[in-house]
């Protein structure tokens, strides 16, 4: 329990980080920090009431205060353009990000897997070679070039899947589930194609090293299958660091969202921030940035607990 | 070996392997290229501005990428968006590079500062950057300079910990111990022995930074917070975006994707053909 207790103040840590750095980029960056709350197209009497009600007249203490009280209540501020809650314009969208996120992220693992194992078992080989530069090359792939790509390719040209939005509107019940799952395959693949290249490159790298190991060589002595042993003996203990860099990958695949949703007109937290940008709405781009910040450092936390639940040697290092 | 071949400098030797490697040469070669466009851009083509004649043209003799909804050229876009995407690409680098080597190099000397600088890079790498990035940039309010200050800003994390890392071994070296006997400020240790410790490193973090600021730059570019009165190939996809191209006119957005593939490719296979002709290991 001491464990996940140390895992859980780091993550508060991490946030309170994220917080604090919005918090006063906003005020110190050049120009009048009161852009960040109020409209610059308001009458001045309605700015100045706004400016009080935001507490903008207070000292920076007090306000970075008042601030983190806010946020502890799930106070975002009010977007400009809606006239209703951030954390309403965001709570709206964030259920089609999770979607998107998590089934890349499970579409990754599962292709990622049988890859990185195919790699390692072939290291050296042709096999290996091709996984291993078209990895590379996929790292330096830039989304949405990838998403238009496949837009043309798989949307407009072959028309098998819809180019933009997350539902049909018209359908309902089981209706409606297909045609999400119909609306998610593009988005979803153009996230995993970014995503894969350095997910199989690890996972290549560690399992070498574990297939290297004196247990592995036990194991074959004894007249284990070789399959047996790849699957079994050395993938368990290569998972492991390879969850660490999936871990550490979630903000490339948050960023990644943001551009992919913004391609394929997916209404989620990323197509939230490109319509916010387009509008100049400060607080929607602020309470975006906490809210993804947050769910990384929760998916984070649970990726970390779980390994520490499930493997022993992490809860003491 | 000759006696000559012998009394190469490891410096010499890294050129050495380094020619022979093609994919590194042809990388290099690519990277002038682009580097030569994008001083020479106003020799190539004309600025793209105003509204053209032939609006929404797929590619011909005469407009060799096709025209835009606005019928202006896209090969002139994609010239003139190398100079933009290139010089942000190129400073934000640099300055992320002096950012992370003061960090690192302060990290790994100075043994009171390790941890919390550890502690600040290590929370730095965990956040998602592009929203961040997204927020600052769009208070900063859209400009070529920026986009630079803002990428470099969020871009040094992890220069810092490569050169932390490599610093962190020099440090207890006995001659780092023997300037200290000597008498030798801090400062001129780290100028004199450590700097020149880490600068191999630092080399290929220059040319992943520069590709990764590119990548970075494309897509706050894309999501519209390029500079409105200059090109870059973010801002051409950006605007293929809004005006609904994005899924008729294949030309504008398959030849900036394209010259940002060529880039970020050449500079990644730049860096592996250094790293492993820095690697004298592999060659007898």
């Known amino acids: ?317 | 070996m000759t006696a000559a071949a012998v009394e190469l400098t490891p410096r010499l030797r890294t050129w050495s392997a380094f020619r022979r490697n093609p994919l590194g040469v042809a990388s290099a070669i690519v990277l002038v290229l682009l580097a030569l466009v994008a001083v020479c851009a106003p020799l190539i083509a004309p600025f793209p501005e105003g509204y053209g004649a032939d609006t929404s043209q797929p590619p011909s003799a005469a407009h060799w990428f096709g025209t835009d909804d606005i019928g202006q050229d896209v090969f002139a876009q994609v010239v003139w968006g190398t100079r933009v995407s290139m010089a942000v690409g190129v400073s934000a680098s640099v300055l992320a590079i002096v950012i992370g080597l003061l960090i690192g190099v302060s990290a790994a000397y100075f043994r009171r500062l390790d941890t919390p600088l550890g502690v600040l890079v290590d929370l730095s790498l965990s956040l998602p950057v592009l929203p961040l990035m997204i927020l600052v940039a769009a208070l900063a309010g859209p400009s070529v300079r920026t986009l630079a200050v803002v990428i470099a800003l969020f871009s040094w994390p992890e220069v810092a910990r490569v050169v932390r890392s490599q610093a962190i071994a020099i440090v207890p070296m006995p001659f780092v111990s023997a300037a200290k006997v000597v008498g030798g400020s801090s400062l001129w240790i780290v100028r004199k022995h450590l700097l020149p410790g880490v600068i191999p490193v630092v080399g290929v973090s220059v040319v992943l930074t520069t590709s990764r600021a590119v990548l970075a730059e494309a897509g706050l570019s894309f999501l519209g917070l390029g500079d409105p009165n200059s090109w870059s190939w973010g801002t051409i996809l950006h605007k293929a975006q809004q005006s609904g191209a994005l899924a008729t006119a294949w030309w504008t957005t398959l030849f900036p994707s394209l010259a940002i593939l060529l880039l970020v490719v050449s500079t990644t296979l730049l860096s592996v053909a250094y790293n492993d002709a820095r690697d004298h290991r592999n060659s007898s």
């Open chain 1, 1 to 317: 329990m001491r464990f996940i207790g140390l895992r859980l103040a780091r993550g508060l840590l991490t946030l309170w980080f994220a917080v604090t750095v919005t918090f006063f980029l906003v005020r110190l960056l050049p120009g009048d920090p009161v852009t960040a709350v109020a409209d610059p197209n308001m009458t001045e009497a309605l700015r100045q009431k706004l400016l009080a009600d935001f507490g903008l007249d207070k000292p920076l203490a007090a306000q970075y205060l008042d601030y983190l009280g806010q946020l502890l209540h799930g106070n975002l501020g009010m977007s400009f353009r809606q006239s209703i809650p951030v954390t309403t314009v965001l709570m709206e969208r964030l259920p089609w990000t999770l979607i998107l996120t998590v089934s890349a992220m499970v579409v990754t693992i599962v292709l990622g897997i049988p890859l990185g194992v195919l790699a390692a078992t072939r290291a050296r080989g042709w096999v290996d070679r091709v996984i291993q530069i078209t990895g590379v090359t996929a790292q330096s792939l830039f989304v949405p070039s990838v998403g238009i790509f496949l837009m043309y390719l798989l949307g407009v040209w072959l028309r098998w899947f819809p180019i933009g939005g997350a539902v049909d509107l018209d359908a309902t019940g089981f209706a409606a589930t297909l045609s999400m799952l119909h609306h998610l395959v593009l988005p979803c693949l153009s996230l995993v194609l970014i995503q894969l290249g350095g997910y199989v490159l690890t996972m290549r790298t560690t399992l070498i090293e574990a297939l290297g190991e004196d247990y592995v060589s036990l194991a074959k002595a004894k007249g284990v299958r070789p399959g047996t042993v790849v699957w079994k003996h050395a993938l368990r203990n290569a998972l492991l660091p390879t969850t660490t860099i999936a871990g550490l990958q979630l903000g490339t695949l948050v960023g990644g969202a943001v551009l992919t949703e913004t391609i394929y007109a997916y209404p989620g937290v990323g197509r939230a921030i490109y319509e916010a940008v387009g509008q100049l709405d400060f607080p929607v781009l602020q309470g975006a940035f906490v809210l993804l910040a947050a769910a990384v450092v929760a998916a984070n936390l649970i990726t970390d607990v779980a390994y520490g639940i499930l493997d022993p040697r992490v809860r003491t290092s």
